[in-house]
């Protein structure tokens, strides 16, 4: 049977959740920036809730209760990779719903004329200069409804872009936080609701994995692993048997 599964498992109590780090180098605070942790929890039958963090250094670690004490100490983001294609907007951009910047700075001007083998090498990053009209709104840019559409549009037109985000530095979890529904804590970040979650990322393993066995690209399955693990996800791959058994056109 395929399988998609949690790395951690919401059904025991003790795995204490590990933040992921999502923060972008034009960010003057934190206020401004991506949501600062890639964070996913489950309820468990109980008096308690069981978290799932996602953390693909599994460096940090900070309290299972939102009322426990936490000192730990988190480490810088890590840095844009050097050399990345970055598509910056701004405010009139996502008002417009532009993609030309998108295309503009990656040379991607249709989802057909693409290079990926470029691509998964430099990465793709976005500096988002947003400005609010209330200097003093606390919302996360994922919680603004026209730059969550924005990115809506772009993920409509190029549904296999997740695979090519500079993943290290937190443009893969940034992205989904755009799609996702959640909510914000200020001591976890951005709070993923479990099941969109699930059916965000399932919806993109079958999209890049077919994408990039359709480009050429060796290891099509580690690829697409290794972009689930980065929110939390192993995948089986009895699932990829599956795909490969039932192509959704025939050859």
Same mark, same amino acid.
């Given at each position: 049977?395929?399988?998609?599964?949690?790395?951690?498992?919401?059904?025991?109590?003790?795995?204490?959740?590990?933040?992921?780090?999502?923060?972008?180098?034009?960010?003057?605070?934190?206020?401004?920036?991506?949501?600062?942790?890639?964070?996913?929890?489950?309820?468990?039958?109980?008096?308690?809730?069981?978290?799932?963090?996602?953390?693909?250094?599994?460096?940090?670690?900070?309290?299972?209760?939102?009322?426990?004490?936490?000192?730990?100490?988190?480490?810088?983001?890590?840095?844009?990779?050097?050399?990345?294609?970055?598509?910056?907007?701004?405010?009139?951009?996502?008002?417009?719903?532009?993609?030309?910047?998108?295309?503009?700075?990656?040379?991607?001007?249709?989802?057909?004329?693409?290079?990926?083998?470029?691509?998964?090498?430099?990465?793709?990053?976005?500096?988002?200069?947003?400005?609010?009209? !209330?200097?003093?709104? &606390? @919302?996360?840019?994922?919680?603004?409804?026209?730059?969550? $559409?924005? +990115?809506?549009?772009? *993920?409509?037109?190029?549904?296999?872009?997740?695979?090519?985000?500079?993943?290290?530095?937190?443009?893969?979890?940034?992205?989904?936080?755009?799609?996702?529904?959640?909510?914000?804590?200020?001591?976890?970040?951005?709070?993923?609701?479990?099941?969109?979650?699930?059916?965000?990322?399932?919806?993109?393993?079958?999209?890049?994995?077919?994408?990039?066995?359709?480009? !050429?690209?060796?290891? &099509? @399955?580690?690829?697409?692993?290794?972009?689930?693990?980065? $929110?939390? +996800?192993?995948?089986? *791959?009895?699932?990829?048997?599956?795909?490969?058994?039932?192509?959704?056109?025939?050859?």
């Amino acid at each position: 049977m395929a399988s998609i599964r949690p790395l951690y498992s919401p059904l025991s109590s003790m795995h204490r959740p590990v933040p992921f780090r999502v923060q972008s180098n034009s960010c003057k605070n934190h206020l401004d920036c991506a949501p600062s942790s890639a964070y996913y929890q489950s309820q468990h039958q109980g008096p308690f809730s069981v978290s799932v963090a996602f953390n693909p250094s599994g460096n940090y670690d900070f309290s299972l209760y939102d009322d426990e004490e936490d000192t730990t100490e988190v480490s810088p983001p890590i840095p844009p990779t050097e050399g990345r294609y970055e598509v910056v907007i701004d405010n009139d951009i996502i008002k417009l719903l532009d993609l030309a910047p998108f295309q503009s700075a990656t040379g991607i001007s249709s989802p057909s004329n693409v290079k990926p083998k470029e691509f998964l090498e430099r990465t793709i990053g976005f500096t988002i200069n947003y400005t609010k009209e !209330d200097e003093y709104d &606390p @919302r996360e840019l994922s919680e603004f409804p026209d730059v969550r $559409l924005w +990115f809506v549009r772009l *993920d409509a037109a190029y549904p296999w872009l997740p695979v090519l985000l500079d993943w290290r530095a937190g443009e893969l979890a940034r992205y989904a936080a755009m799609l996702v529904p959640h909510q914000m804590s200020m001591k976890k970040g951005v709070v993923f609701n479990p099941e969109a979650l699930e059916l965000f990322m399932m919806k993109k393993v079958f999209i890049v994995y077919s994408w990039l066995k359709e480009q !050429d690209i060796p290891m &099509p @399955r580690l690829k697409t692993k290794d972009m689930a693990r980065m $929110l939390g +996800f192993g995948i089986g *791959d009895e699932l990829f048997d599956l795909i490969d058994k039932q192509p959704t056109s025939p050859s």
